[in-house]
């Protein structure tokens, strides 16, 4: 059993089995985290470019650190402080890196498609870590990872993802990979915050958080992009949170054993009241601790092999 | 694809009083079964040492704390292999540190998988010594690395293939010889 592509690019189009074997690796990557030395020898030699054109956190630092305990050696880049800064296209830019013997490109860029592009003018392995408001593969991952851990298997769930869908790339990995792996996902957030034909997602619509919530498993609450807020499509935060925001009083329509997730960084208060972010049902920490080995799975099974796969 | 012709080595029996011997010099060498620790490498090496902790206990009345080691993450091949092997899980869940630890395998060959099992043991902890039981050494050794326990020598050459069946995963035991090299 492989994955079939060399790349992560999203979760459009992969398999159930593949989904499958990515989760399976990751619990063994867990139990390596649980250990007294938590660092294995895998991917010794192999060299991994982060990319990173747009700031970022827990993406930036799980991966990291993923690659640190597989042994993997690591070049971390940011646009800000590059020559990018003097012009520098993103082509050159990659071509010249590439050009000092590198063998994986893990990549965040503000621009959907940039993985696929790279693709198609490098010959490393390509990981997206991001790209727009297309995909977010390792957090759709980490998340199916968590709720697998949580209720033992995740077909039949009833699963809502809450907010600013149009601009979520975590939505868009979250609903392939839910669909995949058999569970049932309504999206809910403002008319002007919903991407034209998500339906065809197969997932329900929602604009009466009330209406959506009633019955769930699953809220994740994604996050108020306030960078990409600038077109007016929000008349105020407090309007949303009043409207959009999960609070305590909102929890009662959630099937019992009810799960909060969230992505991070949390703007508390406007999407998530301090509260909930913080109770016994939120497996928020658990996502982030989660993210580091399943990471570790795709850079593990992404790496290896001179042949070409396919 | 060709017929593969296997020669029968070690049946149920055979296998049996192979790991009764191994136990009885296990405890013999290290004067009892205190301080000692079973680790076997999966996934047949994992079963033999659950048998080997089972018949220690016959004998001396103590319980060797078990445990279950991949090692797949330690390989030396990794890069090199079209096909990522399925990692499978490792538990070893009790302290390794200044024990006696008897590393549990199926088939010594080259010594690769020896190799990197003791690299994952040593960073577990460590061990106050490490001894190695193998229910066959086919020879072929690519690495210094010698078993302290044998249940059968078989000189082989490097064409052939030596098959290990156990009960808990293939139904019985056994050990064969086939001619041709298993796809």
């Given at each position: 059993m492989k994955l079939k592509s060399r790349h992560l690019l999203g979760l459009e189009g992969i398999s159930k089995e593949e989904i499958g074997l990515i989760l399976d690796t990751a619990e063994t990557f867990k139990e390596v985290l649980e250990r007294p030395i938590k660092k294995v020898p895998t991917l010794r030699g192999v060299t991994v470019v982060n990319l990173f054109y747009e700031a970022s956190t827990r993406t930036r630092i799980s991966f990291e650190l993923a690659e640190k305990r597989l042994s993997a050696e690591l070049v971390n880049f940011s646009a800000s402080t590059s020559s990018v800064k003097k012009g520098e296209t993103l082509k050159d830019t990659v071509k010249n890196i590439e050009a000092m013997k590198i063998d994986m490109v893990v990549i965040r860029h503000q621009s959907s498609g940039t993985p696929y592009f790279l693709t198609q003018c490098l010959s490393s392995s390509i990981i997206n870590a991001g790209d727009g408001a297309h995909e977010h593969p390792t957090q759709g991952l980490l998340d199916l990872f968590t709720l697998r851990e949580k209720y033992k298997k995740i077909e039949g769930l009833r699963v809502v993802i809450v907010g600013?869908?149009?601009?979520s790339r975590v939505a868009r990995s979250n609903i392939w990979g839910l669909k995949t792996m058999g569970a049932s996902v309504a999206v809910c957030g403002p008319t002007t915050l919903m991407p034209y034909e998500i339906d065809k997602m197969g997932v329900e619509v929602y604009s009466n958080l009330g209406e959506a919530l009633q019955g769930a498993d699953v809220v994740n609450v994604l996050r108020i992009q306030l960078e990409r807020q600038?077109?007016?499509?929000?008349?105020?935060l407090r309007e949303y949170a009043n409207e959009f925001g999960i609070n305590s009083d909102r929890l009662k329509r959630l099937n019992p054993n009810f799960t909060i997730m969230h992505p991070g960084p949390i703007n508390r208060g406007v999407e998530i009241t301090p509260e909930v972010a913080d109770g016994p049902y939120s497996v928020i920490l658990d996502q982030v601790t989660n993210g580091v080995a399943i990471r570790m799975a795709v850079l593990y099974l992404l790496s290896g092999g001179e042949g070409k796969v396919e | 694809m060709p017929r593969r012709k296997g020669v029968l080595i070690m049946d149920e029996k055979t296998v049996r009083r192979a790991l009764t011997r191994i136990a009885h010099e296990i405890i013999e060498r290290n004067k009892g079964a205190e301080n000692l620790g079973l680790i076997g490498i999966k996934t047949r090496g994992a079963y033999l040492a659950e048998r080997l902790a089972k018949i220690i206990f016959e004998i001396e009345e103590v319980q060797v704390p078990l445990g279950f080691m991949d090692i797949t993450l330690y390989r030396d091949d990794i890069q090199t292999k079209l096909d990522q092997p399925i990692v499978q899980k490792t538990e070893?869940?009790?302290?390794?540190?200044d024990r006696i630890i008897i590393l549990v395998d199926d088939v010594l060959f080259t010594g690769r998988t020896i190799r990197a099992a003791l690299d994952q043991i040593i960073d577990f902890g460590r061990p106050k010594l490490i001894q190695l039981a193998v229910l066959v050494d086919r020879g072929h050794r690519e690495l210094p690395i010698r078993a302290d326990y044998i249940g059968k020598n078989i000189p082989t050459a490097l064409n052939e293939q030596v098959v290990v069946k156990i009960q808990e995963v293939d139904g019985e035991d056994s050990v064969t010889i086939e001619k041709e090299k298993r796809k």
């Open positions: 600013d869908i149009k601009h600038k077109g007016g499509l929000l008349p105020s | 070893v869940m009790f302290d390794v540190a």
